[in-house]
């Protein structure tokens, strides 16, 4: 109950952020869109889901974040079916379907996306500062590069979430990262 | 003669893990450093005008030369570091013939982007050059070169994650691992040996530099496909040079686990982790990834304080390796009246070699010298001797240990014999490079003036010399592989 609400949230402040995400792309892509994709791992935090779904529903994560991360896919959502298709396809074959395949990945495999996560938001941010034009049509060139500088950014932040515990062991209080999840069945 | 059980009684079950993936990649390496090997002889005969090379096809060879060093000195650090890490955890046999998949895929689109598509780019794919090749070649062989890349650094990236984990669930983190306890003076009844420090090391600063120059591949690949699409030149240098530094760096960092692990079979004495050595460890962590700013002296645009660490760090990066590794080799191998066979033998002189290596290299670290030494043959100097006398010499070491049986016998004619031509011919054919780069002869170059002839033509001598002791070496290893131990 306590996650559905929390989902709920992330998805109604996810849709209350539909003016900004129309004034600024780091607003957009990096605050609008992983709050939707939050609230699909929240609404599904306690599902089960089976080991025989774990590659499939993976491949379907990253086929829909491989698409939301094209810029024409950016430009598009911010049109009437591009929104719609953005406020259901994010949670629903984002956020749930990456919540239930994560447990039954092998640790190298997690390791392995989340090392291709940092060179991405690398290469993203590579392209975004330097673009000779605009990538997206509804942003400025300007928003663009702070957006280029944000993925740097939150690359960086990233890594250090992920390094601390590996360096350092993992903390007590937090539940174990590795071992699977017992509430999926994992 | 003496036999492994009179002299030493390890700590740890000696296991053979996955020796048999091991032995294989022990193979490909010392057959890839032979082919290797005549590509640089072939290159050193054509700048004496011994024999006649296409310019075109001389950068392609420079470029073949160049990765296929790097990339078969890391596989065979990453081989040796692997089978010695096995000894103290278990590691996913299947993760390691992924890595090994993954590497041999590459090595083909390597090789087909230069020997098919014409790349002659060199091995570093410094941008904007794989795009602006002047008609040489195309856009697709630049990219199938760097996906040949990205195949081989997504190979290290999944070995190093297996090992990264592996070390973690054992020791419960990575510090710990890297020693920690034993630098802040805390109890640790499970010490982590030499091996799984270097081993921790590695896999922290070697996975950083993947996951950079993964960065700047794709970068560098979107570019080519779009070339609208610009890459900040200086951002990518140094992403690039970070990138192979670490890279190449890592390889003698595997490899040195050779020493640590099998060095005591010989002397008697067990190699183990202390305050000093754990504190050296941590430095070179530190320093690897800071010094590569010394590739850089030249770039008048970067920073002056990079430039200025890039120097100091260049000082202070010797001192661990020759603190630690270099003295305590020193004081193991004294008075221990080891047995001088051909894997002890080669083993030591690598850690003569990488030492001596590093002392070209602080000098070509210094911005004055750097001005005027940075684009002769100097620095292929400096390089070839931490690796032909260095790396290469760790893994010819290992492979002539893994095929050794139990018996530890004095080198017999044809060893000693092998290991003299080797040693002699990569001693003269450093030194060479050294004095042609003290006499301001340009590196890369595939056509030299008449005054640099007799450097080039003493350098090829010697080079030869170190193929037929490289030959010898592996052939003797690939002879001896379906033998019984005995």
Known sequence: MKMTVLALLAAAEAIALRQAAEASPIQHVLVQMPLLVLAGVLISWDMRGRRVWAVPLLLTALTAFLFWMLPRSVDWALTPAGETAKYLSLPLLLGVPLRLSWPWLAPVLRGFLKANALSMLGVLGFLYTHAPLRICNSYLVSAQQDLGFAFLQLAVVLACIWAVPVLFGHPRWLPSGSAGCSKCGA | ?486
């Not at chain 2, 640790?188 to 922290?204: G, K, Q, R, S």
């Not at chain 2, 893994?402 to 018996?407: E, M, N, Q, S």
Request: proline share 3%; glycine share 12%.
């Open chain 2, 1 to 486: 003669m003496s036999t492994v059980s009179e002299n030493y009684v390890p700590g740890h079950a000696a296991a053979a893990p996955q020796a048999g993936a091991v032995k294989l990649t022990m193979v490909l390496s010392g057959a890839v450093f032979a082919l290797m090997m005549v590509f640089g002889l072939l290159m050193r005969a054509a700048q004496g005008q011994w024999i006649d090379l296409d310019a075109a096809l001389f950068y392609q060879l420079l470029t073949a030369h160049g990765a296929g060093m790097v990339g078969t000195a890391a596989l065979s650090g990453a081989a040796i570091m692997w089978y010695f890490c096995g000894r103290h955890l278990v590691l996913s046999g299947g993760i390691f013939w992924a890595f090994l998949g993954l590497f041999l895929l590459g090595v083909v689109l390597i090789l087909g982007a230069i020997f098919i598509g014409g790349y002659g780019g060199a091995w570093t794919f410094l941008f904007p050059l794989p795009a602006l090749s002047g008609g040489a070649w195309e856009a697709g062989a630049a990219a199938a070169f760097m996906l040949g890349y990205t195949a081989i650094g997504v190979g290290f990236l999944l070995y190093y994650l297996e090992l990264g984990r592996r070390i973690h669930a054992r020791y419960g983190s990575l510090v710990r691992a890297l020693g920690w306890n034993l630098i802040l003076g805390r109890e640790d009844n499970d010490p982590p040996p030499p091996a799984i420090v270097a081993a921790a090391a590695v896999t922290i600063f070697n996975s950083i530099g993947i996951i950079l120059g993964a960065a700047v591949l794709v970068a560098s690949l979107v570019h080519l496909l779009v070339p609208g699409f610009e890459v900040d030149a200086l951002l990518a240098k140094n992403l690039i040079y970070f990138f192979g530094h670490v890279f190449i760096n890592a390889s003698i960092y595997m490899a040195v686990t050779a020493v640590y692990e099998i060095l005591p079979e010989y002397t008697g004495k067990p190699w183990k982790s202390n305050r000093l050595f754990a504190i050296a460890w941590n430095a070179v962590l530190i320093f690897v990834m800071a010094v590569y700013w010394h590739h850089l002296l030249q770039d008048v645009v970067m920073p002056p304080w990079m430039l200025v660490v890039g120097q100091l760090v260049s000082y202070f990066s010797g001192i661990p390796l020759i603190a630690v590794t270099a003295f305590s080799t020193f004081l193991y191998v004294r008075g221990s009246k080891m047995t001088w066979d051909l894997a002890s033998s080669l083993l030591v002189l690598s850690v003569a070699g990488w030492s001596v290596g590093s002392v070209p290299a602080s000098i070509d670290g210094m911005i004055s010298v750097n001005k005027v030494m940075h684009n002769t043959m100097w620095v292929p100097g400096h390089f070839h001797t931490y690796l032909l006398l260095g790396e290469v010499a760790m893994a010819f070491g290992f492979m002539a240990w893994l095929v050794r049986g139990k018996t530890i016998s004095q080198m017999d004619g044809l060893d000693r014999a092998a290991f003299v031509t080797y040693l002699a011919g990569a001693a003269g054919f450093v030194t060479v490079f050294l004095f042609s780069g003290a006499a301001s002869i340009p590196r890369r170059w595939a056509v030299h003036y008449e005054e640099w002839l007799a450097h080039d033509r003493i350098g090829t001598l010697f080079g030869g010399l170190v193929v037929l002791g490289t030959l010898v070496f592996v052939l003797r290893f690939a002879a001896r592989l379906g033998r019984r131990e005995g």
